[in-house]
């Protein structure tokens, strides 16, 4: 994996986790600029980075979700929670694509259409919330009007070829394809490029401008487009083109619309008596015979006439798809009319339509009032259209399908349409949308003086004053958008010279280093052993003298080396905290609860190894809480409570210790149902059912095997749960207690050491060996004289400061075969640990000094010695076994 | 060479790359009357065909290959 990629990943991850944090915060303050601004920005550089790579699945997500937020941005589109899961999504997407790119370095092609799906939508909520504004993305995008002139530009050959396929189920595909002006540069062909298209059927190069005087052409800067025709899978084409998805615009193709024939308009035989003829043949489902009369027709014309191609549409369809009665009807009829055959309506019907539906025009008074209201909802859209600004490059295309989508309404409702023509042509020569602006005022205001459905209407006339007002501000806003664009700009360059401050270094190379200070401070620790081998054994006291002295100074740097290293380590509580707003949402909605969430304490710090190992626990707990603790709002309100349940992760400092504490004000823990529960499951048997203690039993819940969830969910319930938090908080010297009203709430504490590179330990000898016990366990020291110890039921016993405290030998536990050595006063020493709640005597021969030890976990097989938490180098080069009471008992 | 520039001919030979663009271009400047062979080209980039769209030369022999020959046709026979 390259630097740069390392890189990409780990701000990439850092940004979406921003973005998260952001949409969240944005969800109580949707109307917060700065937010937003700054929402914009991360989404904006993260895109900007994935396109360094080729992850064209991710930038088209993080593009359309740019696109998405720039609308938001400009109050073009309100910031809805829909929309803030619909993006959420997308980051959970990139997050995976994040994932697979650090495993295999690449993304698999599998998430082509997700991420086309994801990017649609997003680009959905554009469009669909506010009609319109099809941007610069879909420069390429082809009107109505413009796809059937092209679609009749292709030869009638490769057009019979495209509706066999189409016939046989194949879909078809118009593509435009117009590769940006500098494409050449990034060593792409386009014209090789088309040709390779799957299922290609026909294509062309068209200029996109009239070509200037050959002095003035750069031939380098791409000016061509080109129309494709496709019959393949929508995936395989997209796939096609993952890298340059908005150079091209991709529109179905109804077969329909190829049956066009073509050709010279005039002469040939006469018709009439052959579309009789035909007609009945085609009652009488004569096809053979329907197919031979239009091949003697065929050959008595002149191939290249308007008839001759229209026979040969009828021949085909006959040979192809007899059973589109109404199709070849309408091909017969066309021979009469000498027009191109109308089948705008069949292509809704499809191939069921009956056969004697009525042409469109006579449909007009039988239009349900459902599918008016459909249309006049299609009349207002339009009015929304005309309301944008005329300010952009596509405004004629616009005009264009606009005009064309009035008049079919208009042809729908049986209405006349050559107004809609001559607003048009006006509209286009004046470069402006005012003309059918006005006309459609005009109309609707007719519409509502006859009052047909004065319901559907009235939307329209007010959207249509709307629309007038609009213009004027619409290029205002996009001024504004331009302003904030260049100030974005600035705004990074300074913040680009902040960040160069802010050094990120990956984790192992800290480790490292911390590493090397380890073995600098036991280095350190062996020079008081040289001096006093230079004195003891060598007589050189000067030496010896000196010798300390620089092990005073370079004591006092290794201490401040490792206290420097410690606080680069040192991480904020923040660091975890900040996944849980997003998952006690996501959970919390999922659950139909209403929480609240408050996270206290953020900027505590603490080794980032505890603060890791925090992460999973936290997470068991707070789903846990939210699962079984905080209850549904209506069971909440019965209970006299406030309906939105209270979630609190409180973090803080107690000296070297971190506190945490979840606590919320759900339904608490019950200990009778604990008990219960705990006895069925064998966690507990009878006679500790009788007397446990509901403290006791409370904190059964962290016995392994338990959950009292009735069904297992995917939130929890799986019984493991709370053993998995002890085991992992134990893991990191931490402690872990439950505190439960029934009814009002439970709180959880942790504690946990601020660092775990230095453990404090006690050395300690026994049968001539030395251990090491970690001072945090260590309760106290004493010698006792043989005669304070009792013996009770064969377990050697003493009392200290009035309570009873059990005795067990070291060598016992450690199966040395050696009685512990007792001094000259007749004294044994007893280590007091605590082990749990309880505490132990340890019966050892001799105690020695306390130090800081750099623990290291026990390597391989090893590591399945339980009973000890690791080994230190000390500084004469010894290597200490450092016990862990809690696994010796 | 995937160009030959004969007299007033341009010939073109098997793939003509992006790179010949430019000199084709000069050429066609200084020859506005010059005729372009394709009978053996294979395949242009398409730079190359856009100059040749834009100067309109002569094209005095296409290349055999139906589909290739049919987008060129397509492309630079004056419609």
């Given at each position: 994996m390259t630097p740069l990629l390392k890189q990409f990943i780990q701000e990439g991850r850092d940004f979406l986790q921003g973005i998260a944090g952001k949409l969240i915060e944005l969800e109580k303050a949707p109307d917060s600029v700065a937010l937003m601004t700054e929402l914009f920005r991360f989404v904006h550089t993260l895109k900007g980075n994935s396109g360094l790579f080729e992850f064209p699945e991710m930038t088209r997500v993080l593009h359309a979700g740019e696109d998405l937020l720039d609308a938001v941005r400009d109050k073009r589109v309100p910031f809805t929670q829909q929309l803030a899961d619909q993006l959420l999504d997308a980051m959970d997407f990139v997050s995976m694509l994040f994932d697979e790119i650090e495993t295999h370095e690449s993304v698999n092609m599998s998430h082509v259409e997700p991420s086309n799906e994801l990017a649609e939508t997003l680009r959905a909520l554009i469009i669909g919330e506010k009609c319109a504004d099809p941007g610069p993305v879909a420069s390429a995008s082809l009107t109505v009007a413009d796809s059937l002139d092209l679609l009749a530009n292709i030869p009638e050959k490769q057009r019979f070829e495209a509706w066999r396929r189409a016939n046989s189920g194949e879909p078809l595909f118009l593509i435009v394809y117009r590769p940006e002006a500098e494409c050449f540069f990034k060593g792409e062909d386009p014209l090789h490029q088309v040709q390779q298209v799957p299922g290609l059927l026909w294509g062309s190069v068209v200029a996109r401008n009239t070509w200037p005087p050959l002095t003035e052409l750069d031939c380098y800067s791409c000016q061509l487009d080109f129309h494709l025709l496709v019959a393949a899978k929508r995936n395989a084409v997209d796939e096609f083109f993952r890298y340059t998805p908005e150079q091209i615009s991709i529109d179905a193709v109804d077969a329909y619309d190829l049956v066009t024939p073509e050709g010279h308009p005039n002469g040939g035989p006469v018709y009439g008596d052959f579309v009789a003829e035909a007609l009945t043949l085609l009652d009488n489902r004569d096809y053979s015979g329907l197919a031979m009369a239009a091949?003697?027709?065929?050959?008595?014309?002149?191939?290249?006439?308007?008839?001759?191609?229209?026979?040969?549409?009828?021949?085909?369809?006959?040979?192809?798809?007899?059973?589109?009665?109404?199709?070849?009807?309408?091909?017969?009829?066309?021979?009469?009319?000498?027009?191109?055959?109308?089948?705008?309506?069949?292509?809704?019907?499809?191939?069921?339509?009956?056969?004697?539906?009525?042409?469109?025009?006579?449909?007009?008074?039988?239009?349900?009032?459902?599918?008016?209201?459909?249309?006049?909802?299609?009349?207002?859209?339009?009015?929304?259209?005309?309301?944008l600004s005329d300010a952009v490059d596509w405004l004629p295309g616009r005009l264009k399908s606009v005009a064309a989508t009035l008049k079919a309404c208009l042809a729908s409702l049986g209405e006349a349409a050559e107004e809609i023509d001559d607003a048009l042509r006006r509209a286009l020569a004046e470069n402006s949308a005012r003309f059918l602006r006005e006309w459609l005022k005009a109309y609707l205001k007719n519409q509502t003086a006859i009052a047909i459905d004065t319901t559907a209407i009235q939307q329209p006339a007010g959207l249509t004053e709307q629309a007038q007002g609009l213009p004027e501000q619409a290029p205002a806003l996009t001024e504004q958008a331009q302003n904030l664009e260049v100030e974005n700009k600035f705004g990074r360059r300074s913040e680009d010279t902040q960040l160069s401050k802010v050094l990120k270094v990956d984790q192992e190379k800290i480790d490292r280093l911390m590493d090397l200070i380890g073995e600098m401070v036991v280095a350190k620790n062996s020079l008081p052993y040289l001096a006093n081998r230079a004195e003891v054994q060598f007589g050189v006291r000067e030496i010896s003298r000196e010798i300390k002295a620089q092990y005073a100074v370079i004591n006092r740097i290794a201490e401040e080396m490792q206290d420097a290293i410690m606080q680069v380590r040192m991480t904020p509580v923040s660091f975890v905290f900040q996944r849980f707003p997003r998952m006690v949402r996501d959970i919390s909605r999922k659950l139909g609860k209403e929480v609240e969430l408050l996270l206290e304490g953020g900027e505590t710090e603490a080794d980032k190894n505890i603060i890791e190992a925090l992460a999973d626990p936290l997470m068991h707990i707070v789903r846990n809480s939210l699962d079984h603790g905080l209850e549904t709002p209506d069971v909440r309100e019965a209970?006299?409570?406030?309906?939105?349940?209270?979630?609190?992760?409180?973090?803080?400092?107690?000296?070297?210790?971190?506190?945490?504490?979840?606590?919320?004000?759900?339904?608490?823990?019950?200990?009778?149902?604990?008990?219960?529960?705990?006895?069925?499951?064998?966690?507990i048997d009878e006679a500790t059912l009788e007397r446990i203690s509901d403290q006791d039993a409370i904190n059964l819940v962290f016995a392994a095997g338990f959950s009292t969830a009735e069904a297992v969910s995917d939130l929890s319930g799986?019984?493991?749960?709370?053993?998995?938090?002890?085991?992992?908080?134990?893991?990191?010297?931490?402690?872990?207690?439950?505190?439960?009203?029934?009814?009002?709430?439970?709180?959880?504490?942790?504690?946990?050491?601020?660092?775990?590179?230095?453990?404090?330990?006690?050395?300690?000898?026994?049968?001539?060996?030395?251990?090491?016990?970690?001072?945090?366990?260590?309760?106290?020291?004493?010698?006792?004289?043989?005669?304070?110890?009792?013996?009770?039921?064969?377990?050697?016993?003493?009392?200290?400061?009035?309570?009873?405290?059990?005795?067990?030998?070291?060598?016992?536990?450690?199966?040395?075969?050696?009685?512990p050595l007792a001094n000259a006063d007749n004294e044994l020493a007893v280590l007091v640990v605590r082990v749990g709640n309880e505490q132990a005597g340890l019966l050892v021969d001799n105690f020695r000094e306390v130090v800081d030890v750099i623990l290291k976990p026990l390597p391989g097989e090893l590591a399945r010695l339980k009973s000890y938490a690791g080994t230190a180098l000390l500084g004469d080069g010894s290597v200490l076994m450092v016990l862990n009471p809690k696994e010796l008992f | 060479m995937s160009i030959e520039y004969q007299n007033m001919t341009a010939k073109f030979d098997g793939f003509v790359s992006v790179d010949e663009a430019d000199q084709l271009l000069q050429w066609l400047q200084e020859n506005p009357k010059g005729c372009v062979n394709l009978a053996d080209c294979r395949h242009m980039h398409a730079a190359n065909l856009q100059v040749?769209?834009?100067?309109?030369?002569?094209?005095?022999?296409?290349?055999?290959?139906?589909?290739?020959?049919?987008?060129?046709?397509?492309?630079?026979e004056s419609k």
């Open positions: 091949r003697t027709m065929l050959e008595l014309s002149s191939p290249e006439q308007w008839l001759s191609s229209a026979l040969r549409w009828l021949q085909l369809i006959v040979e192809e798809a007899p059973h589109q009665q109404e199709l070849l009807r309408r091909v017969i009829g066309s021979l009469n009319t000498l027009q191109k055959p109308d089948l705008a309506d069949l292509k809704t019907a499809g191939l069921a339509i009956p056969v004697e539906a009525t042409p469109s025009v006579a449909a007009t008074t039988s239009l349900s009032t459902e599918n008016l209201e459909k249309i006049h909802k299609i009349i207002s859209v339009q009015a929304e259209i005309l309301a209970a006299g409570k406030p309906r939105t349940g209270r979630l609190i992760l409180r973090a803080s400092q107690e000296s070297d210790r971190v506190l945490l504490e979840i606590i919320d004000d759900g339904r608490g823990i019950n200990p009778a149902v604990i008990k219960q529960k705990a006895y069925e499951k064998g966690v799986r019984g493991v749960g709370m053993d998995v938090v002890r085991s992992a908080i134990d893991k990191v010297g931490g402690a872990v207690s439950l505190n439960s009203q029934t009814g009002k709430g439970t709180t959880l504490s942790m504690s946990l050491p601020l660092s775990m590179a230095v453990t404090n330990v006690m050395i300690i000898e026994s049968d001539r060996q030395i251990f090491g016990v970690p001072m945090d366990l260590v309760v106290e020291t004493v010698r006792l004289p043989l005669a304070e110890i009792q013996t009770i039921k064969r377990q050697k016993t003493t009392v200290l400061r009035g309570s009873i405290v059990p005795l067990v030998a070291l060598n016992e536990l450690l199966e040395i075969n050696a009685e | 040749l769209m834009a100067a309109k030369p002569a094209i005095i022999a296409w290349p055999d290959d139906v589909g290739w020959c049919g987008w060129l046709t397509d492309a630079l």
